[in-house]
């Protein structure tokens, strides 16, 4: 018989505003957090020792393109003005890869992908979604069949997920056709609401808590205003709160392309067009001006940075100094999945900006204040907020994801409450994570997930065969 309450002694755990030793927590049948209280451990209670702190929600996540990690660092070719080698270029060698890619591949990409997280220490990842159709463009008979298995894997493993399909209406401003890599994208408006309310319902059925349904209208360039209109009103119709994510001024030449056919810069246009709120989250925002900053900070939205993404691709640096100063909300996301850490994306967020400004502890709170506890903190609240999930927080109602950090660990010898987190951010490459809790399981003992070995043997398949193909 499953007990309805499981009780957790926690040995150092970092709660709301506090350091805090000695605190039993109790996590209902559905993962939820039903009870914290603080004293000694009582005998049915299962003894957790070590520095305990929340999961890091993962925001932006594209799963596929963890199998084309490295494919792509190459100059592609030369012209008369020297090595062109931008995002295009490796936008064309992703869509080629993309062709390739099965529902059976999806699944054991995903699941790879979303085990390396939880050992990293994401619990949450907001999937954004745009593989539809079959490698012909074509529907499959299941419209949700690419999106089913990314959840599966989500479920296999162990994370929570807040799935987001993606509206891909053109191949670019002007109404481009897609290309054949994109041409696996393109759904209409109404086929994609339909997805998306079977999705919510499985959601519904379920009632697990550990699947969260929104969606992901691509980006200006992909969805014209037109789409993104009926997109979003046929959204609210079936969840009125959920979570609404969208590439915006990720390029250059994405500014300026949005310039030369809209006349107003992308963020600006979007911000004056569209309800822009707290249950949005726009993703990189690179490219933006000091009047946008404070318009984004002040909008609630959330600014989902991908600073390992942002630097393999090129892009350039967010204004992150300029947008803590205007109070904006932000998370982190692991992307294109070159690095699946969120200590490293939390390193170069703040590196960049001491390279820009050649300064030191950009993001501390204040004089005294801890740089790293600050940006864990905050990518907490902006990660929770982008994915729509109730997590970050140790405390009743919210999920009982969290880590359990070695407290025998070199850089954790000599600190003390938020030196923790400066050390965790700041201190070495090794990862001090024992165990992972996510919804209330133990999905992460001692390093390992227990389907490990399967789940990494039939990634190894999948991603030779499907090299061997693009190659």
């Known amino acids: 018989m499953i007990k309805d309450i499981q009780y957790l002694w926690l040995e150092n755990v970092y709660l709301p505003g506090k350091w805090q030793t000695g605190v039993r927590l109790g996590v209902d049948a559905i993962g939820n957090i039903s009870s914290v209280s603080f004293g000694e451990a009582e005998n049915s209670d299962e003894l957790v020792n070590g520095i305990i702190i929340p999961g890091v929600p993962n925001v932006h996540s594209h799963a596929f393109q963890r199998a084309a990690a490295g494919l792509t660092e190459t100059r592609p070719f030369e012209n008369s003005s020297g090595t062109e080698n931008s995002f295009l270029t490796w936008r064309k060698i992703m869509h080629d890869f993309v062709t390739q890619i099965t529902p059976d591949d999806q699944f054991a990409i995903a699941s790879q992908l979303y085990l390396e997280m939880l050992k990293a220490g994401y619990t949450a990842v907001g999937e954004f979604h745009y593989l539809h159709l079959d490698p012909t463009g074509n529907p499959y008979r299941n419209a949700c069949e690419i999106a089913e298995q990314v959840v599966q894997a989500a479920e296999q493993v162990g994370i929570g997920i807040t799935l987001l399909p993606a509206l891909y209406s053109v191949g670019g401003y002007g109404n481009v056709s897609p290309n054949q890599g994109q041409r696996r994208y393109i759904l209409a408006v109404d086929t994609?609401?339909?997805?998306?309310?079977?999705?919510?319902?499985?959601?519904?059925?379920?009632?697990?808590?550990?699947?969260?349904?929104?969606?992901?209208?691509?980006?200006?360039?992909?969805?014209?205003?037109?789409?993104?209109?009926?997109?979003?009103?046929?959204?609210?119709?079936?969840?009125?709160?959920?979570?609404?994510?969208?590439?915006?001024?990720?390029?250059?030449?994405?500014?300026?392309?949005?310039?030369?056919?809209?006349?107003?810069?992308?963020?600006?246009?979007?911000?004056?067009?569209?309800?822009?709120?707290?249950?949005?989250?726009?993703?990189?925002?690179?490219?933006?001006?000091?009047?946008?900053?404070?318009?984004?900070?002040?909008?609630?939205a959330v600014a989902g940075l991908c600073p390992t993404t942002e630097a393999n691709l090129g892009d350039g640096l967010f204004p992150f100094s300029a947008?803590?100063?205007?109070?904006?909300?932000?998370?982190?996301?692991?992307?294109?999945?070159?690095?699946?850490?969120?200590?490293?994306?939390?390193?170069?967020?703040?590196?960049?900006?001491?390279?820009?400004?050649?300064?030191?502890?950009?993001?501390?709170?204040?004089?005294?204040?801890?740089?790293?506890?600050?940006?864990?903190?905050?990518?907490?609240?902006?990660?929770?907020?982008?994915?729509?999930?109730?997590?970050?927080?140790?405390?009743?109602?919210?999920?009982?994801?969290?880590?359990?950090?070695?407290?025998?660990?070199?850089?954790?010898?000599?600190?003390?409450?938020?030196?923790?987190?400066?050390?965790?951010?700041?201190?070495?490459?090794?990862?001090?994570?024992?165990?992972?809790?996510?919804?209330?399981?133990?999905?992460?003992?001692?390093?390992?997930?227990?389907?490990?070995?399967?789940?990494?043997?039939?990634y190894k398949a999948t991603i030779g065969r499907l090299r061997d193909m693009t190659l």
């Not at 046929?234 to 009125?240: E, L, P, V, Y």
């Not at 932000?330 to 969120?342: L, N, R």
């Not at 729509?388 to 409450?417: K, M, N, Q």
């Open 192 to 300: 994609l609401l339909k997805m998306v309310e079977a999705l919510a319902q499985r959601q519904r059925n379920d009632g697990n808590g550990q699947v969260r349904i929104g969606i992901a209208p691509h980006s200006i360039r992909q969805v014209p205003p037109k789409p993104l209109a009926d997109v979003l009103d046929g959204f609210a119709g079936i969840d009125s709160t959920g979570p609404i994510h969208m590439h915006i001024a990720e390029q250059r030449r994405d500014v300026d392309a949005h310039i030369e056919y809209f006349g107003t810069r992308p963020l600006a246009w979007l911000l004056d067009n569209i309800h822009v709120n707290s249950h949005w989250c726009l993703i990189h925002a690179t490219h933006i001006d000091q009047t946008e900053i404070k318009s984004l900070a002040s909008s609630g």
């Open 323 to 458: 947008f803590l100063e205007a109070g904006g909300t932000w998370g982190i996301g692991s992307d294109s999945h070159v690095s699946v850490s969120p200590i490293e994306e939390l390193r170069w967020l703040e590196y960049g900006q001491r390279l820009i400004r050649h300064s030191r502890n950009i993001s501390a709170p204040k004089k005294g204040g801890a740089t790293g506890a600050r940006l864990y903190r905050e990518a907490l609240k902006g990660g929770a907020q982008a994915l729509s999930r109730s997590i970050g927080i140790l405390e009743p109602g919210y999920r009982a994801d969290l880590l359990v950090l070695d407290p025998s660990h070199v850089d954790f010898a000599t600190g003390r409450e938020d030196e923790l987190l400066n050390s965790l951010v700041f201190s070495g490459n090794s990862n001090p994570i024992l165990h992972v809790m996510c919804g209330g399981k133990w999905v992460i003992r001692n390093g390992h997930h227990p389907e490990e070995e399967i789940i990494t043997n039939n």
